[in-house]
């Protein structure tokens, strides 16, 4: 059992370029969630979405776009990478909204 | 003021001290209560979960909610060098509503 899968686990982007950060989870989870975690900061809610098709942004959503067209999958856009989005960023499942989440490994990503 | 206060230490403890790790929170529609521990470059594990007031105990780790007071604890006991980790309080006021995390505290515990 897989649970949640992030991919890649470290990157390094230089200023202005865009990636997408995949996150696949297979416990058949209703709720995905992307979070970036800052030193000292905690973990900051950036996009989640509470089944396909539906998408909700969090505490900090600028700069990042989501997409969720299958149940398994959600992945994380940066379009225009810049240096304070320099974060771990975890992908987390849960089956409902307020019970226990499941996260991924997380992705090191530092912009340049 | 944050919804959720956590001490972020570091606690830095001897193997075999009982530990204390606490939360305070703001929203008393809390009802949902949860610890996380995060080992360094890793994602977060859940480790106790619990609903509205009162204890649960798990081995060693005991969480406690205390509504009254709007103070969670996490305790743990004859603490081991493995358990040397970030441990993340986390709320929410219902099984729809988002997870509110506070921000870790760092536990080191030496041998």
């Known amino acids: 059992n897989a649970g949640v899968t992030q991919t890649p686990k470290f990157r390094i982007l230089k200023i202005g370029q865009s990636m997408t950060l995949q996150c696949a989870q297979d416990m058949n989870h209703n709720y995905m969630y992307w979070y970036r975690q800052d030193p000292g900061m905690g973990l900051k809610l950036i996009y989640y979405s509470v089944g396909a098709g539906i998408t909700d942004k969090g505490e900090v959503p600028n700069g990042y776009n989501v997409s969720r067209s299958t149940t398994e999958d959600f992945p994380l856009r940066l379009e225009l990478a810049a240096p304070s989005q320099t974060s771990v960023y975890f992908c987390?499942?849960?089956?409902?909204?307020?019970?226990?989440?499941?996260f991924g490994s997380g992705t090191q990503l530092s912009v340049l | 003021q944050k919804e959720v206060e956590q001490d972020p230490g570091p606690l830095s403890v001897p193997e075999g001290a009982i530990v204390s790790l606490n939360c305070t929170y703001s929203n008393s529609a809390f009802q949902y209560f949860m610890w996380y521990r995060q080992y360094s470059r890793k994602g977060p594990e859940l480790l106790m979960y619990t609903y509205s007031s009162g204890n649960k105990e798990d081995g060693r780790f005991t969480a406690q909610v205390d509504k009254s007071s709007k103070y969670i604890s996490l305790f743990i006991r004859d603490s081991q060098p493995s358990d040397s980790a970030t441990y993340l309080c986390a709320m929410s006021a219902s099984n729809t509503d988002k997870l509110i995390f506070g921000t870790g505290t760092r536990l080191q515990v030496f041998p």
């Open positions: 987390a499942s849960s089956r409902q909204g307020g019970e226990k989440l499941f």
